[in-house]
């Protein structure tokens, strides 16, 4: 997946970029930066991304971590 399609299931799946990021390892606002186009990313990156978000997918949505207190997107 792209950076931009990876935002999309993000936004669908309504994962904080916190979240994201605790479940990757990056910080969170480098995933935003990757997810938002603003940098050109590691392609390793991008493909741990992209497996956490298809994990989130999987589960189901009342075993979603909350992401947090607060967070942009």
Do not use: H
Not at 11 to 32: C, D, F, H, I, M
Request: charge should be negative; hydrophobic fraction near 35%; include cysteine.
């Amino acid at each position: 997946m792209t950076p931009q399609e990876l935002e999309r299931l993000r936004n669908k799946l309504k994962v904080r970029y916190v979240e994201l990021a605790a479940r990757t390892g990056l910080p969170s606002s480098y995933v935003q930066k990757i997810l938002e186009g603003e940098v050109v990313p590691i392609w390793k990156d991008v493909d741990r991304i992209e497996k956490i978000l298809l994990r989130i997918e999987a589960e189901p949505e009342d075993c979603r971590g909350s992401g947090g207190a607060f967070e942009e997107g």
